[in-house]
């Protein structure tokens, strides 16, 4: 069993689809798959877009219309009368919702938590009837699921979390039902709380959706088919000398992602790592490039410096006359929300905390909710910046020393300097001022990747 993945910008155009169902036909013919699917490449901004206008009492005008359009789209006529009526009688209902629930939102004047799951959850419901009749439309037999069967959630923090367990009694009970040799198409980003609501689980979460499946079925491998050939030593879009690397290990690619690199959400990796199931990144423009292998295999390198990612991060200084419980209490809001911390600093009366700037509204409300009759000021500093250095094995110390060299040479100020040392990776990191992360990252990744690659090409 396989679990292919595709993004956005994979299922946004129909020549895009076309490629799909190749790709989908010729592992189909090798063995059993399940496909995940995500939203068609910047619908859900929209929808968040679409929640904030109706949030002010504004629902967009012509939202539906729109994303109608988009998904019926079929310049070259593929999808015949019958398909596209079935793809229209399915998509339809969702579209009417989607209207009902932003004009609630605008009588209401503000979003409630289901709502908002709601709304986002339709980019990925209407996706999912589109690349269903894209396949049959290709003579291969598909049917969608919709992910609130399959994955179980638990919301009670910042981001919700995946109840292994229950989902994959879930996905065994589910799919022992549905799967006769069809090729099943789940939407991906989506789950379900205990009382069967739609919970999303966060941006660019359909990754993790595909190796939650993957581990809760034992799939031999996962391939994420995207907009670029593979893992890259930088983020190529940014970075014209980022080259693809073709094989990781699961730390150093989680150790990317957690800092930034955005082509695998950050907790993609943890369901597969503990099964040691191989993922690969492919290029669903150019499936005929290699992409890059995730495995367990720890490599022999040559390069010291591997790759660098950056992330936007916020810090919390807090301070009180006493310091009593102000670290315990700050750190059990930080267990409770379920943050990843960077750093927490403490010294006689002051604690600061970095973490990911996208997680630092739900910490801020946590810590003032936790807070809150306590005499404890609580200072917030946005605007910074952590670049890493994926180092190869253990060569981190002494990346350590060269990274505020090298940015020293910049004229870049070094806020902070750490070495993010987990079980299975190791990292250097710099927190800098945000605005100078962009020349950071090109020349770190030429002063210390380049560099490197090229030392031992010699
Ligand atoms: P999808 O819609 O397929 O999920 P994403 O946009 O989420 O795709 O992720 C792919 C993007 O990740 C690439 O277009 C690239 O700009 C970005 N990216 C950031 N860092 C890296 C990296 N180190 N290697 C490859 N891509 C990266
Ligand atoms: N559609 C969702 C997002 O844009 C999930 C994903 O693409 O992985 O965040
Ligand atoms: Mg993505």
Redesign the pocket.
Known sequence: MKILKF????VARPERLEKLAGIVGAARAKGPVVVVI?AL?GVTDQLIGALQSAACGEPPVGLARELRRRHLEDPSGRLEGAERKRLQAEIDPWLRELERLLDGVALLGEVPDGVRHRVLATGERLSVPRVVSWLRSHGLDAQGVDGTSLLRVRDDGAEPEVDVRRTRQQVLEALSGLYDGKILVVTGFLGADEKGRTVTLGR?A??LSATVLAAALDADGVEIW???D????????YVAE?QPLRRLNYGETAA?ARYG???LHPRTLAPVARNRIPVSIRSTFQPALPGTVITEVEEPREASAL?V?RVAVSRFELGSASGVGVSSRALAAVERLGVELFTARHSSCRLSLTLRADEADSLEWELKREMRDAPVSIHRLDDLSAVAVVPARMAAASLLGELPKALDRLGIPVDDLYLDSREDSQVAVAVIEAKHADRATLFLHEALVRASAARNAA
């Open positions: 993004g956005g910008t994979s995500s490449g660019g359909s990754d995207t907009d670029t593979g893992v890259f030593t930088a983020d190529p879009r980022a990317l690199a955005k082509v790759a990612s």
